[in-house]
């Protein structure tokens, strides 16, 4: 288990690196190994390579133990020791198992890395877990659970016997039915019908005078009063609709 860094910077340059755990904000102290807010040792030096790799910065920092570092995000800032340790680059780490693997293996519950799907139920699985909540209750096959067949439900309290209806006889709309539906603000569908059939049918009287009133279909009940111009513009018009 091993954090691996790796920099390219202008050879002969002294480099040091700090770690911060981002799920906490706390930082690495190289006196005693621990995450802690304010660490006594905050930077450790990040030696230069050599040869052809010169002007390759590197250090792996090992042992590092799950209980430090545990799985997560993590940011190693690298300082150059030479200008007041100044932040020249942040790099970004992901530790899973104290380790800077990349890729999260798969587990069978006991990290085991096999894929879990081959892992016998509830296996390894601590209680309390998917899977052995899955091995535990889910212990026979989905279509043995439904005893239902058309007739009276098995469990139900009061159980209902539902029978096969082929027809619509009997069945008729409430004029209420239409109250639910809103066509306009505060209007509803079985309102709005009586203007329409008012305008359609209704008995008009005033036409040519500037104001028009529509008498209801069929009905003495004033619907519709229109204040128009001679070209029959309404700029207004009062409805008096149904309660």
Request: charged residues 10%; negative net charge.
């Amino acid at each position: 288990m091993a954090l691996r860094i790796r920099f390219q910077y202008p050879t002969g340059s002294q480099l040091g690196y700090s770690i911060e755990r981002l799920n906490d904000g706390s930082f690495y102290d190289f006196s005693n190994g621990t995450f802690v807010a304010s660490p006594a040792t905050p930077i450790a030096n990040l030696p230069e390579d050599t040869g052809i790799f010169a002007g390759r910065f590197k250090v792996t920092l090992n042992p590092t133990p799950m209980a430090q570092f545990t799985d997560g995000d993590y940011v190693v800032t690298v300082h150059d020791q030479v200008a007041s340790s100044n932040v020249i680059a942040e790099l970004a780490a992901t530790m899973h198992a104290g380790d800077d693997a990349t890729v999260i293996p798969q587990s069978g519950g006991s990290g085991s890395g096999i894929d879990p799907w081959s892992v016998a139920l509830p296996g390894s699985y601590a209680a309390g877990t998917a899977g052995a909540i899955l091995g535990l209750n889910l212990d026979a096959r989905v279509s043995t659970r439904s005893t239902y067949a058309g007739g009276i439900v098995s469990g139900v309290a009061t159980p209902v016997t539902v029978g096969t209806n082929n027809d619509k006889v009997g069945y008729t709309l409430a004029p209420s039915g239409f109250d639910a539906i809103q066509v306009e603000s505060g209007i509803n569908a079985r309102q709005a019908l009586s203007p329409i059939l008012a305008a359609s049918a209704g008995v008009v009287a005033g036409a040519g005078t500037g104001v028009i009133i529509i008498k209801g279909g069929n009905s003495s009940t004033t619907r519709i009063t229109a204040t128009t111009d001679n070209a029959g513009n309404r700029s207004s018009v009062t409805l008096t609709l149904p309660s």
